[in-house]
């Protein structure tokens, strides 16, 4: 394992082989296009970069259940991990934000847990050194029924190091598997691209049509109209003279000389005459739709309010980032806590409070609401604004009006009853 992991360390790039002939691969019927030539179209780009940046910003808590409710439990070596420094590479934000990216783009990420046996420490335990990402395209998914591997019957995950062509194979225990929702066997995820391929192919061809309007100076094409018989060598020098004035930003505004007898005319074909841009617009709609992104979170505002753009925020935590956080905590937990860790209460979770933050009058209003009715103690409430905790503030609080129901009408009773 020795090498896999200065591998993975030395961040080696790995290379394709085989036939990659663009033209034979269009033939073929293969799609062509590039990861880079995707993150070009604008709205894929941001679905991607908004879903790895929410996964990024939050962090992860350790706590445990007992007895008497849930409590902070006291730092392991995984949850030291996960909070400070997965690799030493990575911090926490960018590893995370990174195994969305693959999670979205290629419908699977995997996270390679590196460890190491300590009988002494640890009662034979193997215990989490570091926490590495493997390339997504470069890992195979197998069932072992023969027990080829190990065990029959058990899931292995087959690394192909696209350099050197060796080959490395992880039990389901040393890799981090997390999928999109899209699956139809509960093993493989199905990425988004993959499903929309049509829209998102869509979206680019758009995008190429305005770069390549705006290459042109936002110009039309012309017809040229002369008098007389060119041979077709002449029509070429002809054509590309007037190329040479008139296409390009360059030229965009210059007044071009047409000799008598020759009569430019632009082929005038409006965005607005093929609602190009209602088209665009919804393309990106059904693409933001489809990772679970609200309008507002891809700048279109036409709908939305000050209100409305909080209730889509709102929205996008339960209807997106709920079962997308939730899988993480699931798999998290399966993999780097023991099952003793487990049964004794310990598990991770997302502090999932940094996307709901509101406004500083409204927060306080909240705390308020909840130290005046006994639900936290104001260094519960001086915790969660980051402020040092004061004697005396660990006494639960509430209105010395409220009395228990079954006391009620007990204050109108005479004879002290």
Not at 1 to 9: A, Y
Not at 195 to 224: C, W
Not at 376 to 382: G, I, L
Request: net charge neutral; charged share 25%; with cysteine.
């Amino acid at each position: 394992m020795f090498k896999i992991f200065e591998k993975i360390k030395n961040l080696i790039a790995p290379k394709s082989v085989g036939l990659n002939d663009p033209e034979l691969l269009e033939w073929l019927g293969i799609d062509t296009q590039t990861p880079r030539e995707l993150l070009s179209e604008v709205t894929y780009f941001t679905c991607l970069k908004m879903l790895a940046e929410t996964k990024g910003k939050l962090s992860m808590k350790f706590y445990r259940e007992t007895s008497k409710g849930v409590e902070k439990a006291k730092p392991n070596k995984a949850f030291k991990l996960l909070q400070s420094r997965p690799n030493r590479f990575m911090t926490p934000s960018i590893f995370w934000a990174t195994v969305e990216n693959n999670r979205n783009h290629y419908g699977n990420a995997y996270v390679w847990i590196r460890k190491r046996l300590n009988l002494k420490k640890y009662g034979g335990s193997l215990d989490a050194q570091d926490l590495w990402i493997l390339p997504s395209k470069d890992v195979q998914v197998v069932m072992d029924n023969k027990g080829i591997f190990g065990d029959k019957g058990d899931l292995y995950y087959i690394y192909n190091d696209a350099e050197t062509g060796e080959q490395y194979v992880f039990n389901s225990d040393e890799i981090m598997h997390f999928k999109t929702s899209t699956t139809f066997d509960g093993v493989i995820g199905k990425p988004v691209i993959e499903i929309l391929k049509d829209t998102v192919s869509s979206g680019l061809e758009s995008q190429k049509f305005m770069n390549n309007l705006y290459k042109n100076g936002l110009s039309a094409k012309l017809v040229m109209q002369y008098t007389g018989d060119l041979n077709e060598e002449k029509e070429k020098a002809l054509i590309k003279r007037y190329e040479k004035f008139l296409v390009g930003t360059k030229n965009a505004g210059k007044i071009a000389t047409v000799p008598l007898g020759i009569q430019l005319q632009p082929l005038d074909i409006k965005l607005t005459d093929s609602q190009f841009f209602e088209l665009k617009k919804f393309t990106a709609l059904q693409m933001a739709g489809a990772f679970g992104i609200k309008p507002n979170q891809i700048n279109d505002y036409e709908k939305s309010s000050y209100s409305n753009s909080e209730m889509q925020q709102l929205s996008f935590y339960v209807d997106t980032e709920l079962f997308i956080l939730k899988q993480y905590e699931e798999e998290i937990n399966y993999k780097l806590l023991t099952e003793k860790e487990r049964d004794d209460g310990y598990y991770f979770k997302h502090n999932e409070k940094a996307i709901l933050r509101t406004d500083s009058k409204t927060q306080e209003d909240i705390l308020t609401g909840y130290v005046n009715n006994g639900i936290y103690t104001p260094n519960e409430a001086r915790a969660l604004l980051d402020l040092q905790q004061k004697e005396g503030g660990d006494v639960l609080m509430m209105n010395g009006n409220y009395i228990p129901i079954q006391d009620v009408g007990k204050q109108y009773l005479k004879g002290g009853e």
